[in-house]
């Protein structure tokens, strides 16, 4: 350092030079420490030794972890050796970078001889960033003479409402809210409405139960018969019928409702009016009430010409419920608030209740108990269950489907008593190749051309599921982000305008987007 000198000083020389030597030694010092500090740190578990022997091969499972905090390794690599180092199988993993903090499980197929006892050795080797390599191995002993393998009765219900308490999880409060409702004499109707499967009929069914002893309950869907508004007072008039029929009324009483002539919305009126003077006088304490699903299919009608129902019918709806002919509860899909807010002085009702997906403790719950060992300890190891749930974010019908799956997987192919988390992604990656698109049509349709593009712009601008990206990296016009607010809307996506991120809500859609585009 020169300052007006053509030498250095002597404070330099003395005393500066001496300190930033010094310091750069330090730096250097805590330099070479981060760096080993921060080398990757890969480990080994084996959550299962006692694995059934099937033709002479073993499935092992086992998952591979980097450290907290740690370097990402790459190119890894498994070998499994026998007790006299014979190679028995190799295999670069899936994932070829694992970054800290994460981990990968492996399902390897291995052959074994015919003793029930042996040993293997597992070699990881990796590498980091600056392709140092590294290797780690661990040695296991392996025993197929385990206890007998009982194939699982699979209680999981795919495509029909629950009804069995015990595979009813996580709507127990929110029935009771429902029953508490309808019972006040204040309110004359309810509704719940969602996106299709997330068990709005099943949440019905059990409310039904809860009532039957109060109400007379008519309980009918609005689908393909209900086209019309005589076809609406047609359904109420057979499903009254068939409550006579079933609970063994006299021929007299059923042909007198079955034979009354329904014309028009005056006639409707009068007959509701005779059932309820029959209700007095034959079942004092209970009331009419109308459980009527799929209710939006009306506002389907109404806006398209080729049915035979107009927007009169929501105001002859609206005197239904004035005139006090009956209780309602109605379920809608997830367009239900455009409903109600094109005929909100029809409806008068208080406000629907939202129907979403299964909180995580009552997912982990449907996806661990109805499986549950006979000594009441859990099937699942390695936290599995958890990652069944984050897959399919608490939804339903997708964790039904895939447990389903599941247990098939493990009946047909695994026998064995425990799940791992190799077993329950092999069971993912199979269902992630044999469904299609179909399977998401709670989600998004078919012919939604421009829905399906915005998902795929955030699944190409996404690092993994579930991550949140910027708006403004996915290159939408205006009428795109008029697609983005309908997936929000439809709750398929997280949508946070403040920050303009966005994600898809459901990681395994994401990846089957990914892997299907």
């Known amino acids: 350092i020169l300052i007006g000198h053509n030498s250095s000083t002597l404070f330099f020389e003395n005393y500066m ?189 059990h409310l039904n139960r809860r009532l039957i002893d109060r109400f007379i309950v008519l309980n009918f869907s609005v689908g393909a018969d209900i086209t019309s508004e005589n076809n609406f007072y047609k359904s109420v008039q057979k499903e009254f019928v068939d409550y006579l029929e079933d609970n063994d009324f006299d021929d007299a009483t059923i042909n007198l409702f079955e034979g009354y002539l329904i014309s028009d919305f005056i006639e409707f009126e009068k007959f509701i009016g005779k059932i309820n003077r029959f209700i007095r006088s034959e079942l004092q304490d209970k009331e009419l009430l109308l459980m009527i699903d799929e209710f939006t299919h009306i506002y389907t009608y109404i806006n398209n010409p080729n ?72 099937r699942f190891l390695e936290g599995s269950e958890e990652m069944i749930v984050d897959w399919f974010n608490g939804q339903p019908y997708y964790l039904q489907t895939y447990c389903s799956r599941l247990v098939d997987y493990i009946n047909e192919e695994q026998k064995q008593n425990y799940i791992t988390a190799a077993v329950a992604k092999r069971v993912k990656d199979a269902m992630l190749t044999s469904v299609q698109l179909d399977f998401f049509d709670n989600l998004v349709r078919a012919d939604e051309a421009e829905l399906i593009e915005v998902l795929l712009k955030i699944v190409q601008a996404s690092d993994t599921p579930k991550s949140n990206v910027r708006v403004d990296r996915l290159d939408i016009n205006d009428k795109y982000k008029v697609a983005l607010e309908k997936l929000a809307t439809r709750g398929v996506i997280n949508y946070m305008k403040a920050e303009q991120k966005c994600c898809i809500k459901i990681p395994f859609f994401h990846e089957w987007l990914k892997q299907s585009y």
Request: aromatic content about 8%; hydrophobic content about 35%; glycine content about 6%.
């Open 17 to 205: 030079l001496r300190i930033i030597n010094m310091t750069l030694e330090n730096i250097c010092a805590i330099v070479s420490r981060t760096g080993e500090d921060y080398k990757p740190e890969l480990s080994i578990e084996v959550p299962i030794t006692n694995i059934p022997s099937d033709n002479g091969y073993v499935s092992l499972s086992l998952t591979i972890s980097n450290a907290d905090n740690k370097a990402t390794a790459r190119n890894i690599s498994l070998t499994i050796l026998g007790l006299n180092n014979e190679e028995l199988c190799n295999k670069f993993t899936k994932s070829v970078n694992l970054k800290g903090g994460a981990e990968i499980s492996e399902l390897l197929r291995i052959p074994i001889g015919t003793e029930e006892a042996f040993t293997l050795t597992i070699v990881l080797n990796y590498e980091d960033d600056e392709n140092e390599e590294y290797t780690v191995e661990k040695q296991i002993s392996i025993s197929t003479n385990v206890e007998d393998f009982e194939n699982i009765q699979n209680p999981y219900i795919t495509g029909r409402p629950v009804v069995n308490d015990e595979m009813f999880f996580g709507r127990d409060a929110l029935v009771q809210r429902l029953t508490d409702a309808i019972c006040d004499d204040r309110i004359r109707c309810i509704i719940i409405y969602g996106q299709k499967r997330t068990g709005k009929s099943s949440i019905f069914g």
């Open 307 to 378: 049915y035979n129902i107009d927007g009169s019918f929501m105001d002859k709806w609206k005197a239904m419920i004035e005139n006090r002919l009956f209780k309602s509860a109605l379920i809608g899909q997830d367009f239900m608030p455009d409903f109600i807010r094109k005929y909100a002085n029809q409806f008068q009702v208080t406000d629907p209740i939202y129907v979403s997906y299964l909180e995580r403790r009552d997912a982990i719950d449907l996806v661990n108990k109805p499986i549950i060992m006979r000594g009441g300890d859990s």
